[in-house]
């Protein structure tokens, strides 16, 4: 079975700042996807960033970062320069292989407040 | 490139009452997503469609809830008679292959029902 945990329920940060959003999972298949979602308020889940299991270099796209460390079993997402709009809930997710289907498993989640 | 469409957005109802929600995926997109997001967690599948035919509807409960995808494009989701407990966000994604590890879900604005 495959299983994400935040332990982080709330986070703050200052505008203009880098945060990094914990996440760790559990699963005993070598081959997985893992993804990061920006939930605003009005409810759409926003694609930010993809990790595969195989992939030797950690995933970036924009202000965005993957900091994947397999042995340890976690993803951190890692935002730098925050701006005012990055504030959201942000789930991070995983797909394994042995799974068969597309089914996403995701964590609890962390709202993200950033101040000006 | 339009997103994955949903409607509506918003919908409050009695319990016993059925309620019909409709979502339209990417143009092309060949697997087809619905999820269940109740309030403070992180969304849970319900069913999977990859073009008409269901991949997985292990969590799906079946004797109120019924989904179909005619043609293999838009899908509509169904709860009859509806309970307390429905009361949630339902997310629909859609990805544009077979739902593999390495394929990415895009997202709708999602349905908020509120059963009273």
């Known amino acids: 079975a495959q299983k994400i945990t935040q332990t982080q329920p709330g986070m703050f940060v200052q505008e203009k700042e880098a945060v990094t959003l914990d996440c760790t999972y559990d699963?005993?298949?070598?081959?997985?996807?893992l993804f990061w979602y920006k939930q605003p308020s009005s409810g759409e889940m926003i694609f930010l960033i993809y990790q595969g299991s195989y992939d030797e270099q950690n995933a970036t796209e924009g202000r965005y970062s993957l900091n994947f460390q397999k042995a340890r079993k976690s993803a951190n997402l890692v935002i730098s320069a925050s701006q005012l709009g990055d504030s959201a809930m942000y789930f991070c997710?995983?797909?394994?292989?042995?799974?068969?289907?597309?089914?996403?498993?995701f964590g609890q989640g962390t709202t993200l407040q950033v101040k000006p | 490139e339009a997103g994955v469409a949903q409607s509506p957005r918003y919908k409050i109802i009695e319990k016993r009452q059925s309620v019909a929600f409709w979502c339209n995926p990417i143009s092309g997109h060949a697997t087809l997503y619905w999820y269940q997001q109740i309030l403070g967690q992180g969304p849970k599948l319900l069913i999977q469609?990859?073009?008409?035919?269901?991949?997985?509807d292990s969590q799906l409960p079946k004797d109120r809830f019924s989904a179909e995808r005619l043609k293999g494009v838009d899908s509509t989701l169904k709860i009859q008679p509806a309970k307390l407990e429905d009361s949630a966000v339902y997310l629909c994604?859609?990805?544009?292959?077979?739902?593999?590890?390495?394929?990415?879900?895009?997202f709708g604005p999602g349905t908020r029902l509120t059963v009273l």
């Open positions: 469609f990859q073009n008409n035919g269901v991949v997985d």
């Open positions: 994604a859609s990805s544009k292959t077979s739902g593999g590890w390495t394929d990415t879900q895009y």
């Open positions: 699963t005993s298949d070598q081959s997985y996807g």
């Open positions: 997710a995983m797909r394994a292989l042995s799974s068969n289907t597309g089914k996403l498993i």
